[in-house]
């Protein structure tokens, strides 16, 4: 028997003594953040708002199996936020369907969820035609039962089955008008109720897995009363993927108390928090490492910017001068320690920061 087959589904539970202080904790490390950024200069903050939706849209389809170009989709992101980045490439369909899903759910955290935002969002990730789609649409009875499964043909593990299709259009409809009432719960705890309720429903063919960390981010959002992201909750669940299905599995094959999935988000939240925190810090001490240091403006354009697969070429085409003279400025870092060369290399030569 699956959660979803309880009597009293979905009236979920939980121990407030367990919870409310994690809580707490999360709380107070969100208006750390917060507050750090709102310290930090504009570029930190453009950089960080980069980074973090880069690795939102990265990881979450990371956690899916499918690997997507980070380059693309951080060209993608600051394209549509009119963020001039410099030597952006040009993104793909498949790039660019996911970042308007991300960049709809965390700009537009304000605005209802509504069935047919959701339909947006999966026609975003699935253009019509790449998995014989004519519109977007709940999963109906014709492709039969939903299973999330693992293991060889013939071997196959069932890890879950989601609810009949011909329950989705009700069991959404319920999950819409909470998602979307003023809510009885901390913001916080509704982006982990959110998360575990819509993935439980399973609505989609595909793509459950995406839009139910999206719904996430939207819902976090809103416990910050922003739109600017500077920790990335995919990410962490990549790092504790296997955490994060085992606990999934679990708590849909229990009872209507989710108090360890709670605390499971809470902790993994946090640690996105943290890691954020410590690059933040990282950046600070590394503007204190170049206080003093003589620059030219190329430089201290360049240093402001992401400085991942940084190649003389790259660094040409943003500052819009001559290969020669990346290959100067990039020397003159050298010669002071502030760049290093990565190992290996090729045809062409990768720099780094060195922190």
């Not at 990730?125 to 999963?139: N, V």
């Not at 109906?140 to 499964?149: D, H, K, L, N, W």
């Amino acid at each position: 028997m699956y959660i979803y087959e309880l009597k009293g589904w979905p009236e979920f539970n939980w121990e407030m003594t367990s919870v409310v202080p994690r809580l707490g904790e999360v709380r107070h490390r969100q208006g750390l953040i917060i507050g750090q950024m709102d310290a930090a200069g504009f570029d930190i903050k453009e950089s960080a708002l980069l980074d973090t939706l880069t690795l939102d849209v990265t990881k979450s389809s990371e956690i899916e199996g499918e690997h997507l170009d980070a380059v693309q989709v951080r060209s993608s992101i600051a394209n549509r936020l009119g963020i001039d980045i410099g030597g952006a490439v040009p993104s793909d369909r498949n790039v660019d369907g996911v970042v308007a899903m991300m960049l709809d759910a965390t700009q537009q955290y304000d605005k209802p969820l509504t069935k047919e935002r959701l339909f947006g969002w999966h026609s975003e990730l699935f253009p019509m035609g790449r998995i014989g789609l004519t519109r977007a649409a709940w999963r109906t009875p014709e492709a039969g039962p939903m299973q999330v499964v693992s293991g060889p043909l013939g071997r196959r593990r069932v890890h879950f089955e989601a609810p009949d299709a011909t329950l989705v259009p009700r069991e959404m409809s319920r999950f819409l008008d909470w998602f979307n009432a003023d809510p009885t719960e901390d913001a916080v705890m509704k982006a982990a109720i959110a998360h575990l309720w819509f993935v439980t429903i399973h609505p989609f063919d595909d793509g459950n897995g995406r839009i139910a960390r999206a719904i996430s981010d939207l819902q976090l959002a809103r416990s910050d009363g922003s739109p600017q992201r500077f920790y990335s909750m995919s990410a962490q669940i990549l790092k504790e993927k296997k955490g994060y299905y085992d606990l999934l599995e679990s708590t849909q094959k229990g009872d209507l108390d989710i108090t360890e999935w709670i605390k499971w988000f809470l902790d993994c939240l946090d640690d996105a928090i943290e890691s954020s925190l410590t690059g933040l810090l990282d950046q600070n001490r590394f503007r204190e490492k170049l206080r003093g240091v003589s620059l030219n403006a190329r430089q201290q354009l360049m240093l402001g910017k992401s400085m991942s697969n940084l190649t003389s070429g790259k660094w040409a085409k943003m500052m819009k001068t001559s290969t020669d003279t990346a290959l100067r400025d990039i020397q003159d870092l050298l010669d002071k320690g502030i760049l290093e060369k990565e190992p290996g290399g090729g045809r062409s030569t990768n720099y780094r920061l060195v922190r």
